[in-house]
């Protein structure tokens, strides 16, 4: 494709025509799939699903070639292809994507696979430092708060004792007789001595 030689795909695992495997399925190297798989499939080469083929599960491979159906979502990061007979009913994740015409996809595409890894990576990044930040940030509002609590103590003491003139009449006379009381004790002090 586009004057490149494509590579040769060796197959290391065939599920034949009329073949019924119930449950996940995994290879190591390439597969091809012309049978029923009703599970999750891993392929670590690419995966081939032929005309007759169909998978009822989720796929992970690096690259997909799908002619017939695959209920589940597809992970595919170098490549996802969707020849003119496949019907593919679930998202697929994937750095490159060919669908042929007439093929059938029902879902959504994200085009690079890394992307959600990145996306989740900065958001956890993102709330750590948030907490970190709003911990210092909460620590800063305290000692804020605390200093000008003791700036108003301080200015509380230096502040000048009220004259009897700035002292309203009600209050002055309330405090008349705790005066004389206090003066009458200091003269039997002093009387005392």
Do not use: W, Y
Request: aromatic letters at 2%; one cysteine or more.
């Amino acid at each position: 494709m586009f004057g490149k030689k494509e590579e040769e795909i060796k197959l290391t695992t065939l599920i034949g025509e009329g073949a019924e495997v119930e449950g996940n399925f995994s290879a190591l190297g390439s597969a091809r799939i012309d049978g029923h798989i009703g599970g999750n499939v891993s392929v670590e080469g690419t995966l081939i699903v032929g005309v007759s083929g169909r998978i009822s599960g989720d796929v992970n491979a690096d690259a997909v070639i799908v002619g017939g159906e695959v209920a589940g979502n597809i992970i595919a990061p170098k490549k996802a292809e969707l020849t003119n007979t496949a019907k593919v009913l679930g998202d697929i994740q994937t750095a490159v994507i060919v669908i042929d015409e007439h093929a059938v996809f029902q879902g959504k595409c994200s085009m690079d696979p890394a992307e959600p890894d990145k996306k989740a990576a900065a958001l956890a990044e993102k709330a750590a430092n948030a907490s970190k930040n709003s911990a210092k940030a909460a620590m800063d509002e305290v000692l804020k708060d605390a200093a000008p609590m003791s700036k108003v103590e301080n200015s509380l003491q230096d502040a000048p004792v009220p004259a009897e003139t700035d002292v309203p009449r009600e209050e002055a006379a309330q405090e008349a007789p705790a005066q004389e009381v206090l003066t009458q004790e200091s003269t039997t002090q002093g009387a005392t001595t």
